[in-house]
Structures are given as C-alpha cells and as structure tokens.
T-cell receptor
Framework: EAQVTQNPRYLITVTGKKLTVTCSQNMNHEYMSWYRQDPGLGLRQIYYSMNVEVTDKGDVPEGYKVSRKEKRNFPLILESPSPNQTSLYFC?????????????FGDGTRLSIL | AQTVTQSQPEMSVQEAETVTLSCTYDTSESDYYLFWYKQPPSRQMILVIRQEAYKQQNATENRFSVNFQKAAKSFSLKISDSQLGDAAMYFCAYRSRYNYGQNFVFGPGTRLSVLP
C-alpha cells in the first residue's frame, strides 16, 4: 500500500531534549516536505527536499533541521525543542516537485514540549 | 508572497443539504493550482479536489464541486447532499506553478459540522 509513515504519532517531552520525528515513503517520490499545523494558521511549511541531498527552508524553519540521505526518508530534527514548537506535524511527499502533483500526507505527529 | 484566506472558521449544514465553503487568495502569478483538502478527526489530510488556474471549467468530483473565479481570486467548495462523513476541517491551498518546492500555501481552515 502506498503511504507516508510518520513516527511517533504522539510525543510529550521536555524543553531542550533533542528529538527526531521520522518520515518514510514507499512510493519512490522525489519531493518531500514537512509542515506544522497550528489553530487558526493552517499548515505552514518548515522544510522541503527536491531530491536526495537537496533540502531547503520553507516558511518557518527556525529551530528545525532535516536531512535527506536516502530517497525514502526525511527525518525532522528538533535539536533543542522549546514550548513554541508544540504543534501537529505533517510529512508529505509527491512524485516530483511539479506543481500539478498532489501531495500524499502522513497521519501526523502530535508534539507537546513542556 | 501568496496568501490564502478562509473567512469562515466554522460552518454547519443539515444532512442531505448543500453547503459552500469560501476561499480567497492573493497572488501576482497567472498560472497556479488550487486544492481543497479534508482533515477528518483522524487527522489524515485527504485531497478532495484540484483546479488548474489556466482551465476555466470548474472541477467536480462526485458531490464536490468548485466555483473558481480567477479575476476575483476566489475558489469556493460546494458540497452537495451532505453526509455525516463530510464533517471535517477543510483547507484551501494554493500551489505556485513556478516556485518549485516552497510552493504550497494553506488557508487557516473551516470546520464543517454535519447535523443529522
């Protein structure tokens, strides 16, 4: 089954404790992206990757890192999480970066930073 | 930069009735794509319908259709014969044709309730 898999689905942690949210897709997609969803703001792009070893900042990259060593994986790293990073996070992928390609979303990760 | 506005934070509709969710956007580009995504309580993001700006014909997908007014920069979603399973958060999204990668802009969402 074609899917984007995020882990964990829920995480409660404390300020400053490094964490990684994993994202994996099995569709051989070139393009992958991370979003955060906050009430009243919709989804905002954090980082995206056009292909392996090619990543770039989205609209709200501060406090986040990503890597794309393999085509299928695109982890989101919070080196020193802070309470303002409490949010719902989505990973998405599409076959190519072309604009007519729909994005496939993971099921989301609810992060709470205390 | 592009922006997407959804002026109705919440809406409700009676089962089997029709409801229209509004979306407006701001852009200086002439070619782009517009999407409606549905997010049920399960949190999944499900593509409902897609419109290409250079196509004048409004997109339809079964009970879902759009009213795309390019000059007015308006992209409303009409749900006909509403069903209980339509209850969800709906997001309007804009995607630039030219700005590869950093090109998806979402509105704040409209929460739709369907009353039995």
């Amino acid at each position: 089954e074609a899917q984007v898999t995020q882990n964990p689905r829920y995480l409660i942690t404390v300020t400053g404790k490094k964490l990684t949210v994993t994202c994996s897709q099995n569709m051989n997609h070139e393009y992958m992206s991370w979003y955060r969803q906050d009430p009243g703001l919709g989804l905002r792009q954090i980082y995206y990757s056009m292909n392996v070893e090619v990543t770039d900042k989205g609209d709200v990259p501060e406090g986040y890192k990503v890597s794309r060593k393999e085509k299928r994986n695109f982890p989101l790293i919070l080196e020193s999480p802070s309470p303002n990073q409490t949010s719902l996070y989505f990973c998405a992928s599409s076959r190519t970066p072309d604009s007519n390609q729909p994005q496939h979303f993971g099921d989301g990760t609810r992060l709470s930073i205390l | 930069a592009q922006t997407v506005t959804q002026s109705q934070p919440e809406m409700s509709v009676q089962e089997a009735e029709t409801v229209t969710l509004s979306c407006t956007y701001d852009t200086s580009e002439s070619d782009y794509y517009l999407f409606w995504y549905k997010q049920p309580p399960s949190r999944q993001m499900i593509l409902v319908i897609r419109q290409e700006a250079y196509k004048q014909q409004n997109a339809t997908e079964n009970r879902f259709s759009v009213n795309f007014q390019k000059a007015a920069k308006s992209f409303s979603l009409k749900i006909s014969d509403s069903q209980l399973g339509d209850a969800a958060m709906y997001f309007c999204a804009y995607r630039s044709r030219y700005n590869y990668g950093q090109n998806f802009v979402f509105g704040p969402g409209t929460r739709l309730s369907v009353l039995p």
